[in-house]
């Protein structure tokens, strides 16, 4: 294995940081150690200081790419923190359509990663009888293309649909021979799925006029002033009046004041003032 010199950790932790927000401790060397020393390996790079250089140098940001795939963490499931799913279609969806304008509602499950989170919120409107067949759209972001990729695939292991009804199993999955879950095209119609990066700022002005945003277990890899520049780019792209729900154990107490906290069936929701 290619030892990581500690100097050299500190560059890279401070190219990652600079290009992803992504906060890297001292006591996860051993990490960057394990996940890159095998891209070395491929690449035939033969240290972390030529492989820093690459990744300096690289023209048309492909190495970046492979790194922001390696580096990330994309745990999820289908119906994943299902109280929050439960209050946005039974309590927040019908109080968008009462005082809504415009036809459709805009939903973004930003940092969606391979897609479980996006497609759950379009089968449970599918199935949900607040929506008083109201068009929504549902557009889906991350920062890794390779999560992306497999998000538009949409075909799932046993872990990923644990959580998911029987009743929606039936109707918008077909097992395969490889016991694979594949989801129904129907659903994956519903979704638009980008690559992007918070640490984007001309993507993210691209991000408007939103009714609801789900940015869920992705804050707590930031350190306070990356994290405030995520959610004051979530703000923007926000109505105003719209919501944003971040993870269950995720908060924004120390970071800005800007959201209005609403407890709604005892799940914390921040809105746009
Ligand atoms: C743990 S997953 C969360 C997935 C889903 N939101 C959920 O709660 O189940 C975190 C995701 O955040 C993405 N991510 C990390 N840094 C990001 C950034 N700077 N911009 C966009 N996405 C990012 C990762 O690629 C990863 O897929």
Redo the contacts with the bound molecule.
Sequence with gaps: MITLKDNTFKQLRDFIYEK???YISDTKKYFIENRLGKRLEERKVGSFEDYLYLLKYDTGNVELNVL?DKI??????FF?EVKQLDVFVKDIVPMILKDKKSPKLRIW?????TG??PYTLAMMLMESPSLKGAAFEIFS????ES?IKSAKAASYGQYSVRNVPESYKKKYFKANSSSEFLLSPLVKSKIKFMV????DDRKMKAMRDMDVI?C???LI?FDNKAKLKVVTGLYESLKPGGYLFI?MAESLHNTTKAFRPNIINKTLVYQKA
């Design positions: 992803s927000g992504i922001f990330t963490t994309n745990e999820t499931f994943r499950s930003a940092a969606c990663s479980e989170e972001t991350d920062i890794s999560v992007l990066n918070f640490m789900f869920r277990n992705v890899y993870g």
